[in-house]
């Protein structure tokens, strides 16, 4: 019911576009920060992106430039556009709230990239 659900994963070529959405509750989504994360296989998961309730962004040094997040408060949903994707960034898409100095965590979504 409060978890974030994320959609939009799939098989996609290398140099195409793809974009993730995340639906999150009013109550975990209203004035916190969402963020995309992702673990690639046999890897740790690690930060990709992160907006604020008020829109500022940050970014992993290996997706600027290429990745966007971006959010719509009034639909509770929050963006990533892979712009440019690569095989490297193959891995299981995480969509996370900041919350009470938590973080409330998506089950994922897969994205394969292919050469």
């Known amino acids: 019911q409060v978890q974030p659900v994320e959609s939009g994963g799939g098989l996609v070529q290398a140099g195409g576009s793809l974009r993730l959405s995340c639906a999150a509750s009013?109550?975990?989504?209203?004035?916190?920060?969402m963020g995309w994360y992702r673990q690639p296989p046999g890897k740790q998961r690690e930060l990709v992106a992160r907006?604020?309730?008020?829109?500022?962004?940050n970014y992993a040094d290996s997706v600027k430039g290429r990745f966007t997040i971006s959010r719509d408060n009034a639909k509770n949903t929050v963006y990533l556009q892979m712009g440019s994707p690569k095989p490297e960034d193959t891995a299981v898409y995480y969509c996370?709230?900041?919350?009470?100095?938590?973080?409330?965590w998506g089950q994922g979504t897969q994205v394969t990239v292919s050469s």
């Open positions: 907006i604020t309730s008020g829109g500022d962004t």
């Open positions: 009013i109550r975990i989504f209203s004035g916190n920060a």
């Open positions: 996370a709230a900041d919350y009470r100095s938590s973080m409330i």
